[in-house]
């Protein structure tokens, strides 16, 4: 198929609809909107769920819902929508039942501003809402890439019956690039959906999903299964990029719109003789621990770069272990990082290894 000029937001919700979803449930918020704009045209042209529910809380418990019926189902909305929706994004993991969620962050705290951030990291990545569980993490760095990993969410999600979250900024959901989109999946037929799904019992026994479990010991045995789950997916689920790390001595991590505008920098830091790559992770969650670990054998600095005030660079301390210094630089509240600011930050990492010696 040939690329198509496309705005991130709309390219993701296409993306959605194209990889067979059958119910979309949001509340407008900036800069996110035109994914809920188009999808409440598209879905209703298709004979699919589409709507507007009256907050982000009852969305994400309409979600719920339609995942326990087996629907490929999947809501969208920004950092403070995305608060909202922890409590039933806790239930839905407690349920083991297989979401997709986009988020495109804005800058906070609090009410904040419609400005690009990745000032939900920690909110994201960490598990978010209450209990031991944590959502399969992707962060794209361009359009393309975010219609590939929404289309990818969908199958992980099903895969694993969990939360996946696609975790993207505003830049990237209000930006224009020539992109291409899947072919268009046959949606699932009501008696092809899983058997755990609730379509009704029909002469078996009745499915019951829940999240409660009243006996602690019976919680803790599921609690484990769930430990075993993420076990699972540390293994086969972590993706990154490089970009001319094989001799590097400084290397960069950064994800998302960051790692994007890092690429540009390191590529005119190596115009100067400055030996930097830069590594980024897709995968936040299962995060690329053991390579990030590797890359600290070979350099001998690393630098982040993220736009808030450093929430990844604690997951790069835990890997790097003390092996070499970890430097850190952000810029917070909706304000995106230039490639000439990354520049100036690698400069100095490069002086401070020259008078280390």
Known sequence: MAKELLKGNVAFAEAAIRAGCEAYFGYPITPQTEALEHMSKRMPELGRVFLQAESEVAAINMVYGAASAGVRVMSSSSSPGVSLMMEGLSYIAGSEVPVVLVDIMRGGPGLGNIAPSQGDYNQIVKGGGHGDYRPIVLAPATVQELIDLTVEAFDLAEKYRCVVIVLADGSLGQMMEPAELPPMQVVRPVDKRPDWALTGAKGRDPNVITSIYIDPAIEEVFNRKLMAKQAEIE???????????????????????????????????????????????????????????????????????????????????????????????GRMGGMVPLPDEVLEEIRKVQASIDVAG
């Open 235 to 329: 293994v086969n689920e972590i993706r990154y990029r490089e970009v001319l790390l094989d001799d590097a001595e400084i290397a960069v991590v950064a994800f998302g719109t960051a790692g994007r505008i890092v690429q540009s920098a390191v590529k005119a830091a190596r115009e100067e003789g400055i030996r930097v790559g830069l590594l980024r992770p897709i995968s936040l969650y299962p995060y690329p621990f053991e390579r990030v670990h590797r890359l600290a054998e070979q350099v001998q600095a690393i630098m982040v770069v993220e736009m808030n005030g450093g929430q990844m660079v604690n997951d790069v301390r835990m890997a790097v272990e003390g092996l070499v210094p970890v430097s850190f630089y």
